[in-house]
């Protein structure tokens, strides 16, 4: 289905389900991985795996895409995983405004590198990051090591060390590649045992919107390597880390907000509609008995007619002839 036509059924379902009284639409979570959705349509299925999951989900293939996605009514959270800039494209200018009126947010990445996505790697996904550091040789498995320094629900069920395959990670450095600490207001949870820079950042928004930052996750779709996407989704670590993200930045207050506001103008406008519908009912009412009234003297002023023309034409010439 495609996300335009999505975004009218949306709207739709939900406004039929609020006329009817019934619950809300199910919240919706968005993939988006580019053009090449096969990682998408994988994350999408680990948070369908997870037994908190309520929802529904939707992986989509196109920035214009992920746009529509953050105007959909029931959008509650947008997982953006990406790994080129094209993929990005747009991004800068709709996302935010999602995130600032409390959407939810998971960026992997080149979601999370000033290069790629500009403004979004400090306002929305807050790594700052200006600087890779890529290891490229295969001489021995390509990993980050995550140490805890943070805890939240976030780190439910996680361990406080543990190594996750990975090409690099992307940090906020000088011209030096010296990590340079990230501002107070981003959360971090992991840092990166080699350099110290964050591995996974949490943000929460003036609006209640939530993002989770996860800057170390590099990839590919080639299945004879180490870094093969695949083996990162068979982790349990990464799969309980990566859903406990989804979960933490789904909890902005963004869907439910929205629907409550739509539930109370439907209200308003049903109240209105019954008021208008009692003033009119009561119109047509004193118009009715308006028409009997009317019709009423009509017929006595007929009777009366008849009753004169009778006498005057009929019964005053029979007793002139009797007299």
């Known amino acids: 289905?495609?996300?335009?036509?999505?975004?009218?059924?949306?709207?739709?379902?939900?406004?039929?389900?609020?006329v009817a009284g019934q619950n809300l639409p199910k919240p919706l979570i968005v993939v988006y991985s580019g053009t090449d959705t096969a990682i998408a349509q994988a994350l999408a299925s680990?948070?369908?795996?997870?037994?908190?999951?309520?929802?529904?989900?939707?992986?989509?293939?196109?920035?214009?895409?992920?746009?529509?996605?953050?105007?959909?009514?029931?959008?509650?959270?947008?997982?953006?995983?990406?790994?080129?800039?094209?993929?990005?494209?747009?991004?800068?200018?709709?996302?935010?405004?999602?995130?600032?009126?409390?959407g939810g947010l998971v960026g992997i990445r080149d979601a999370c590198y000033q290069p790629s996505?500009?403004?979004?790697?400090?306002?929305?996904?807050?790594?700052?990051?200006?600087?890779?550091?890529?290891k490229t040789s295969t001489a021995q498995k390509r990993v980050r090591t995550y140490v805890q320094v943070g805890t939240s629900d976030l780190t439910a069920g996680l361990p406080e060390r543990f190594q996750?395959?990975?090409?690099?990670?992307?940090?906020?450095a000088d011209k030096n590649g010296?990590?340079?600490?990230?501002?107070?207001?981003?959360?971090?949870?992991?840092e990166d045992e080699e350099t110290g820079s964050p591995l996974v950042v949490?943000?929460?928004?003036?609006?209640?919107?939530?993002s989770v930052a996860l800057p170390g996750v590099m990839v590919v779709k080639t299945a004879r390597v180490d870094v093969y996407y695949g083996t990162l989704l068979a982790d349990e670590n990464f799969v309980k880390l990566f859903t406990n993200s989804v979960f933490w930045a789904a909890a902005s207050p963004r869907f439910a907000r929205v629907t409550q506001d739509l539930a109370g103008k439907l209200a308003t406008i049903q109240e209105e509609s019954q008021s208008i519908k009692e003033r009119a009912e009561?119109?047509?009412?004193?118009?009715?008995?308006?028409?009997?009234?009317?019709?009423?003297?009509?017929?006595?002023?007929g009777l009366s007619a008849c009753a004169l023309i009778t006498k005057k034409l009929?019964?005053?010439?029979?007793?002139n002839e009797v007299a």
């Open 1 to 18: 289905m495609s996300i335009h036509r999505l975004l009218a059924l949306s709207t739709m379902a939900l406004l039929v389900h609020l």
């Open 164 to 172: 996750l395959v990975s090409m690099g990670t992307f940090l906020h």
């Open 314 to 319: 009929v019964l005053a010439p029979i007793r």
């Open 282 to 301: 009561l119109a047509m009412k004193r118009q009715r008995q308006k028409r009997i009234v009317t019709v009423g003297l009509v017929w006595i002023l």
């Open 46 to 102: 680990l948070i369908e795996q997870d037994p908190r999951f309520d929802g529904e989900t939707l992986v989509v293939s196109s920035p214009s895409a992920v746009d529509l996605a953050t105007l959909l009514p029931t959008t509650q959270c947008i997982v953006i995983y990406s790994d080129h800039k094209d993929h990005l494209l747009g991004l800068e200018t709709t996302i935010p405004p999602f995130f600032n009126l409390g």
């Open 202 to 210: 949490s943000y929460e928004s003036e609006g209640g919107g939530r």
């Open 117 to 134: 996505a500009g403004n979004l790697s400090r306002d929305v996904f807050p790594v700052y990051g200006n600087f890779s550091i890529v």
């Open 178 to 190: 010296t990590y340079i600490p990230i501002p107070a207001s981003a959360r971090i949870m992991y």
